[in-house]
Structures are given as structure tokens and as C-alpha cells.
């Protein structure tokens, strides 16, 4: 697959309005500079400042999902989409601070949901992410063993985080946006 970038990031120095919109899209203290995917969106900066919030939201201390959760559905749907770039630094930034080891973040990408890497609401969330991505649905059969163990809250979040971060891997895998020097890689298969 081609590398090389179809929309190139903005770089420093930035505008004004686009140092100010980056400022809001990377988490305070952050010790890394503005993601190339952020300086990507900031091409198109009204469609940057309307997609931020729904984002913050998702992975901020609002949200209903635990960190865990909801980096098991990321992963997933970066996996299934072969969005190696957001997938990466998600491993990279996120994973053990929500409790992923090495295996279980291998297993976002490697394996089934009935493997045995799986604790049993992690399960639940592959399957969800899976068959959303086969057949963008859930089977009432899962959504009754999802309902026994997530709140409808929850539930609503889990496939509104799952359409989001198809939105980010259109974005990255279309736009061609060039993988961070830092971040993961897909495990070999």
C-alpha cells in the first residue's frame, strides 16, 4: 500500500487559529507534538472544530465506558479497518494505562472473540465491534448478553464510539496519513 500522504499535515510554524485549534485537540501536558492526523484535519479547521467535541467526549472522564472498555472497541475497529496509523497510537499512548497487556493488544488485531486472551466483557466488545464491521447490526442473541452486563448508556457510547472511530480510520487510511515514528506497529500475523 502506498505511504506517501494524499492531504499533506500543516507544519510549524502554525496560523494562529490553527496553533490554537491543535492546542485543543492534544491532551494537556501532552509530551508530544500535535499528531500528524490532527495536523491533518486542521487543513479543513471548521471541520476540525465540529468533530472535536464528540471526540472529547468519548475519551474524556464523561464518558460512561471504562478506559479499558473503550480501548478494546477502539482497538478492534482500527484492526478490522486496517487503520494501522490510529490503531499504533492508541497501543502506544493508551494501552497500558488501560490495563492492556501485550497479548490482549496483539489480540485486537490476532484474534477471534472466543479466544481464551479474552476476559468475558472484553468478549462481549469484539463481538459487538465485529459484527457491526461484517454487518452493521447486533444480533439479538449479543445484544441480550451485552444488555446483562453494560447499561444502556454504556451500550449507546460502545457504538458511538465504534461509528467514531470508523470516521478517524476513513480519515487516516484515506488522507494517507503518515504513521507516527513513535508509534506501535500491527503485529506480524
Not at 93 to 103: E, K, M, P, R, Y
Not at 129 to 156: K, M, N, R
Not at 177 to 187: C, L, S
Request: charged share 20%.
Amino acid at each position: 500500500m502506498p505511504t506517501t500522504p494524499r492531504i499533506a499535515p500543516v507544519e510549524p510554524p502554525f496560523d494562529a487559529d490553527v496553533a490554537a485549534e491543535l492546542a485543543r485537540w492534544m491532551p494537556r501536558d501532552a509530551p508530544l507534538p500535535p499528531l500528524a492526523l490532527f495536523r491533518t484535519l486542521t487543513r479543513h479547521l471548521p471541520l476540525a472544530q465540529a468533530m472535536l467535541p464528540l471526540g472529547k467526549y468519548l475519551l474524556g472522564r464523561r464518558a460512561t465506558l471504562d478506559v479499558r472498555a473503550r480501548e478494546i472497541v477502539i482497538q478492534r475497529v482500527c484492526a478490522r479497518l486496517g487503520c494501522e496509523y490510529e490503531w499504533g497510537v492508541h497501543a502506544s499512548v493508551f494501552g497500558a494505562a488501560a490495563g492492556l497487556d501485550d497479548a490482549t493488544m496483539n489480540a485486537t488485531v490476532l484474534a477471534r472473540p472466543d479466544d481464551a486472551v479474552w476476559q468475558p466483557a472484553d468478549a462481549l466488545l469484539v463481538r459487538l465491534v465485529d459484527e457491526l464491521h461484517y454487518g452493521a447490526c447486533i444480533s439479538d442473541a449479543l445484544w441480550s448478553e451485552l444488555a446483562a452486563h453494560f447499561t444502556p448508556a454504556q451500550l449507546l457510547e460502545a457504538l458511538v464510539l465504534a461509528g467514531w472511530y470508523h470516521v478517524i480510520a476513513f480519515l487516516a487510511n484515506g488522507a494517507r496519513v503518515a504513521r507516527e515514528p513513535w508509534a506501535a506497529r500491527f503485529p506480524p500475523l
